[in-house]
């Protein structure tokens, strides 16, 4: 039997969403149009409008339709709008719905006409409301079904949970680890926990990590994190590199994003001693009091602590006397230091997000395969121009750019053979077969396009373009390296009053480290 408080609740729902349809229906509201200015005075107004290659494709009461670019002077977006309410928009909802069961049926003249007849009336009488007294109690009840089992199921996965601490802050669980994992996993492992506490999961729940094939700043990778959480999987990135690898410094640093800028600082040998910990962060104050004014970077615990646990009207405490609440809220709360510790010892973190290390700088300067990209992908028409392309790059590589065109004329060749030979025939426009030839010269691959290209077409023309490229190394790499030293000359003259600068700065730095000898 149903109770009497869930009924009242269901028909206080049915309620709630029939007077909101029927608000929905009489409310009206502006809607954006594109305006197409054609070269003979015509105007046309479109609701999407997007260019490609010499064409203009805009739609018009749902239907896409194609313009000649040289006909078109101008495109105003937004320039025109279209008053609509929500029940024209239902209306236009239910023409199509009509419209495509029109053509789909193929016989039963007896039920088009039904349709035909009784679909306008329904309309235009508001009763489109009346299926809600079906469909709000169906999916009522399928909810709970749902919600019940998925519920089951998160028991089943997790069990035996325990419950956070009284002191709302639970003590980090120490999790086994192999020897021969590298200390980037371990920092990752060290932040998917933190994750876990600010998401409030229990601390037995479901994890995973794993490195995201993205593109990254120098040698940062991206990880994902995840956590199932209330039986949904809570997910955020972070990122994490190397630091200062070549400065000869016996401790490890990486440079981590998680919120902020981060850069963590394992010790050589580890640190367990909480005392000697906090000493060794006064000494690096020490020398910040000696190199006033100059900006330093100094360990700080509360870059951590600030995260899990916060102090009434923190926003008005300066970072100096917050750093003391914290270290003496360790004192009285030794558990909170064991997020302080990496592999067992403790380790030093520094706040680097109003700073930027030099490394970082000179890696984006200097960073050519990003510039090689753009100069491929942002010249597109550059290959099939020889005398642009011998202005470009030299006229003694005129015939790289004749053997680019050659292996793009076989690529074009190849896609069109194997998609005229599906059933239906895909049809594809010039300027997409080049854009997709530029993109693997640039070292992409072919995304999945719901209006091109399946999945299946997509990893066809991957397949095609990996194939033909393999057949070619020695052209392809001849035609890299001509656009590779035409980059790093050009990085290097937009550079080098930078360079130049920064080095003059390092210069006086060290002078300065000298005399106050540090």
Known sequence: MIKKS???LLFLILGILTTTFLLFLSYEWEIPRDTLYLKDSRIVISEKTSEG???????????????PREEVEHIGYGDAGQITSGEALLSGYATLAKETVEKQIKSGKEIITRIQNRFPVFQNENYLWLPLLILVPAGYFIARKFRSTRKKKQEETISDQKTVPESNVPVLKKKEEDQDTSDTIRIVKFFLELFRLQTGAAPDAASSLFPVEAKTIGSNQIYQLRILHNGEWVKRRMSIGPLGEESGSKSKCFYVIYDVHIVVKIPPKPLNDF?????GIKNEGRIVDKLAPKKCIVPKISVILQ???????????????????????????????????????????????KYFFLGHIVDNLHDLDQKLNEEIIQNPGIIWDLPGFAGRYGQSNGNICDKMQEIYTDFETEIRNWMAALEPPVQVQPYQIRNWY?????????????????????????????ELFNR???EIALYKK???KYVRDISFA????????ISTNILILLAWLGEKKI
């Open 6 to 8: 869930t009924l009242f």
């Open 53 to 67: 290659g010499n064409l203009v494709y805009y739609q018009q009461d749902g239907s896409t339709k194609v313009l």
């Open 275 to 279: 005392q000697a910990y906090i000493d």
């Open 307 to 353: 995260r899990i646990y916060t102090f009434p009207g923190a926003e008005k405490i300066s970072l100096e006397k917050l750093e003391e609440k914290y270290i003496r809220l360790l004192g009285t709360r030794p558990a909170l230091q064991e997020y302080l510790k990496i592999g067992g010892g403790f380790v030093f973190f520094m706040d680097l997000s």
């Open 438 to 466: 530029l993109m693997h010269l640039a070292g992409n691959t072919v995304k999945t396009d719901e209006k091109l290209l399946s999945q299946t077409q997509a990893e066809k023309v991957n397949k095609t373009a990996g």
């Open 472 to 474: 070619n190394t020695k």
């Open 482 to 484: 001509v656009v590779h």
């Open 494 to 501: 937009q550079n080098r009053a930078q360079l130049e600068s």
